[in-house]
């Protein structure tokens, strides 16, 4: 068949694990990355601080020294916006289907064929959804700390949520920030304790437990949010300059979602070794079902997805 041995779908931390270990394996691969720039999220990362051998490297620095790592073994990469993956539907390709796979990626524009794919699309921030939010976003309403954190030096704003992107973002705002108000809808924090203890040592970073950001007000900017107390249900305005909405991510999954099995959450659904529903497509990082989404796991997923390629084609 011809076209690739292999298209990885996403450059984000597993798909560049993915194109490191596919070129040592010596495959035909290439990369489709939507925004032309590799790294993913872990590239609006301040700081990440559990990736082993590398503690309080700067997310972007991560992501740049993958691409690097990849980019030295000679991986080939190319812009396309990926639409869908179908059965490869030329009567050449049918015996290949059958045997090993044999997909057609369809593009924006283009398409490839290929003997299996690796799908790392990765997960992308969740809304608050809640009046203000849209009508305000660039106008103080952030998803991003390190990406806008700077533009709210010296001023008070706010953070929602209460994972790990809500306390490291919190953390980052506190070093730059008059004061920094982190709001969470219960009064237990799900991200990790090593974060939680260093949230203690940030004096002007003030916690509003139990609460739901309600309205988010302002003409040009932000000059409030409206908060309340799920428990007294007390409304009361908090005057910000910015709030940082951190709630959660979703999985961009919406081009596969008809294609593989996915969970109630859009999650495609893989084990460890990353094979999906289908035979020859994998599932890698922040896309795949599973209980641990991290840069390093994430990583481990591209791995274990270009090996059972190998062991199912090869
Ligand atoms: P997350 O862990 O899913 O946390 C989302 C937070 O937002 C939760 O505290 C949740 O509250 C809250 N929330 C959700 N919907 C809400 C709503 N409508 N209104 C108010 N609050 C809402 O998401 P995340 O912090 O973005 O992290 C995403 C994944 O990336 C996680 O698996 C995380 O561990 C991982 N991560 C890894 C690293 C790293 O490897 N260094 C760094 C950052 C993040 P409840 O707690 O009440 O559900």
């Known amino acids: ?34 925004a032309g720039v590799s790294g993913g999220q872990v590239l609006t990362t301040y700081e990440v601080d559990n990736y082993p051998a590398l503690p309080g490297i700067n997310g972007f620095d991560l992501g740049m020294k993958m691409k690097e790592h990849a980019d030295k073994l000679g991986a080939k990469f190319e812009d396309a916006s990926v639409l869908a993956i179908r059965p490869a539907d030329t009567a050449a390709d049918a015996a290949a289907t059958e045997a090993a796979g044999g997909y057609t990626v369809v593009c924006d524009g283009k398409s490839y064929e290929t003997k299996g794919v690796i799908i790392a699309t990765g997960a992308h921030h969740a809304n608050l959804n809640v009046p203000g939010e849209a009508e305000l976003q660039g106008m103080g309403v952030s998803y991003c700390a390190t990406c806008d954190g700077a533009f709210f030096r010296g001023k008070d704003v706010a953070v929602a949520g209460g994972g790990d992107v809500a306390l490291e973002d919190a953390i980052f705002l ?22 939680q203890e260093a949230l203690k040592q940030y004096e002007n970073i003030e916690l509003v437990l139990n609460s739901t950001v309600e309205e988010i007000k302002g003409t040009d900017s932000v000059n409030a949010l409206s908060v309340k107390n799920k428990l007294s249900g007390e409304v009361k305005d908090l005057p910000v300059s910015g709030i940082f909405i951190a709630v959660g991510i979703i999985p961009d999954s919406d081009a596969f979602k008809d294609f593989v099995d996915v969970n109630e959450k859009g999650y495609i659904l893989a084990g460890e070794d990353g094979r999906t529903s289908k035979k020859c497509i994998y599932a890698a990082g922040d896309v795949r079902s599973k209980a641990l989404r991290q840069i390093v796991t994430a990583v481990a997923d591209g791995a274990n997805a270009v090996t059972s390629f190998q062991e199912d084609v090869l």
């Open 1 to 34: 068949m011809a076209g690739y041995d292999l298209i990885i779908i996403g450059s984000g931390p597993a798909g560049l694990s993915a194109a490191i270990y596919a070129q040592r394996a010596g495959l035909n691969a290439v990369v489709l990355e939507k």
């Open 174 to 195: 506190a070093r730059i920030c008059n004061k920094v108000y982190l709001i969470h809808r219960r009064d237990e924090f799900r991200a990790n304790k090593a974060l």
